[in-house]
């Protein structure tokens, strides 16, 4: 029976990689009931809501989705529909895996880390205020139960998966309730787990050792401004935007979306690198259990690479079409 998934294709660069991904998934015979919901600037544009209520139900009921990135106005106006996709269905675990990829030469070797990044609160609640007329408030939140649960999901991760050491990351030494409050969820969480070693880092710090220590690291846990900023950190590390997946889990919904943006300015250039939402969409496979076609695109993928076909961001001149077009001709 075919998967439904529902499917936002997203504003910018975002419908050019959604087609990119459909003709891969499809050559690799797997079958799915895409299920076309919206978001985005587009409803903003077409006068309804960033993310129609009708999206959201949809989600919730189908349960799995793909999400191209979308654009999120600045200034004052819409909020996010990225942060509002993820409040409301609730999908509290950002989870973003690093790893050296065959056929992309970086100087960080070996790099094989997963990041957890908690999705629901912080600096994102988006509750700003004039405090005076010069003074401007952005209110960080951070409970003990959202903290807990973000922890649980990280350490629960590397005893499935054969991980030996998950750190927690914060700034403590100065946001001494906030994230002090995230550190005493990490500690409490971690003695339930004696088998996998844990300790915890201060950001900063975290950041320098990131790239100086690589391969001392296996999952790191954070609220969600540090998971934000060290996601896109280590996505620089295995190659840039354009190959860095990403995974948004709560209890009953999982939304898989690249780390990146829309970036705007390559839109309709068929330019910019599709790796980056095929490699969430292979999440979204395992989270279907549609094992073997993940290893049939990964290897698809390898060998694409291999043979020096590349966007513009890894050096090369394929086409966002080319490459998914190259990608496919290479499935078994
Ligand atoms: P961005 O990630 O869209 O782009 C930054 C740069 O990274 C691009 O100019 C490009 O050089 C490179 N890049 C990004 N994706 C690439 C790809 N697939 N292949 C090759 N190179 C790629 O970040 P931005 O310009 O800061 O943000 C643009 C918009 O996207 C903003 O509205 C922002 O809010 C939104 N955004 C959305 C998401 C999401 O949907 N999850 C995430 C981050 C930013």
Redesign the pocket.
Known sequence: MAHKVCLIRGD??GPE?VAGVEVILKAAKVDIDWIDVEAGLKCVEAGKPIVPEETVAKIKEIGVGLKA????PIGKGSV?P?VTLRKKLDLYACVRPVRSLPGIKTPFDGLDIVIFRENTEDLYTQIEYMATEHVAHSVKIISDSASEQICQAAFEYARANGRKKVVGVHKANIMKIGDGMFLRSFKKVAADYPDIESWDNIVDNQCMQLVTKWKLYDVLVMPNLYGDILSDLAAGMMG???VAPGANYGKKCALF??V???????TGMDK??PM?LLLSATLMLDHLGEHAARVNIEGALEATLNKGIK?Y?LGGTATTSGFSAAVASELK
């Open positions: 910018g660069v990689l990135p979308m654009t999120t996010s990225n840039g935007l354009g979306e690249a990146h943006g829309s970036a705007p300015k390559y910019v690198n980056a966007t961001d």
